[in-house]
């Protein structure tokens, strides 16, 4: 599989076919048994542990429950000084979350932590974005502003994968889609309308 800039690929399969471990398998958290990962010139596991210009999103968001949302974000661009307060802020409003909401996270909605967890993978400006069913738990406003911002990415020129399990969302984002199925991986192409997988 060949991935490049500018573009955004979607997997698809049924739960536990393997799209989740692949996406960790990429992002350096698991080590693969066979096969290689490379980046540009780069083998993962030999070059580099990580990518280090990648913004993720896997599986549950986790966040300090007893911080707001901007809190926990700040707190997370402390690590890399790379977002500032302008940058974090910004991010909160592309997702449709209020940067001056003082509420703690244990307050928030599956939805909004979902938000929270794409601000958190985009605010440091990465050139490639992993996103595990960004879609989750966000209801329809939150799924078109969604399906915005990643287009509006893809045209800045980021690589972005994103995996779901509704094909209205992989067939409106994606320019090439991938099934797992059965321990194998194989192109995927649309012949009819999208419909839940």
């Known amino acids: 599989m060949r991935f490049e ?24 958290f698991i080590h693969a048994d066979t096969g290689e990962i490379w980046l540009d010139d780069r083998k993962l596991g030999e070059n580099m542990e990580y990518l280090d210009d990648c913004g993720f999103l896997i599986e549950r ?63 440091e400006n990465p050139s490639i974005l992993i996103l595990d069913e960004p879609m989750n738990g966000l209801d329809d406003n939150g799924v078109v502003l969604m399906r915005k911002l990643l287009l509006g990415l893809r045209n800045q020129g980021k690589l972005i994968l994103i995996s779901s399990h509704y094909m209205e969302d992989i067939q409106l984002l994606c320019d090439k889609v991938y099934r797992f199925r059965n321990g194998c991986v194989e192109p995927f192409v649309f012949v009819d309308s999208p419909r839940h997988c």
Do not use: W
């Open 61 to 123: 968001p986790g966040f300090m429950e007893d911080l707001s949302g901007r809190e926990n974000l700040k707190y997370i661009a402390s690590i890399r000084k790379i977002a500032g307060a302008d940058r974090i802020m910004e991010c909160m409003e592309q997702v449709g979350l209020d940067p001056g909401d003082k509420k703690h996270v244990s307050k928030y909605s599956m939805g909004m932590k979902q938000r929270l967890g794409v601000a958190q993978a985009i605010m």
């Open 5 to 28: 800039s500018g573009r955004i690929y979607g997997l698809i399969g049924r739960n536990g076919s393997g799209k989740t471990v692949f996406l960790k398998c990429i992002c350096g």
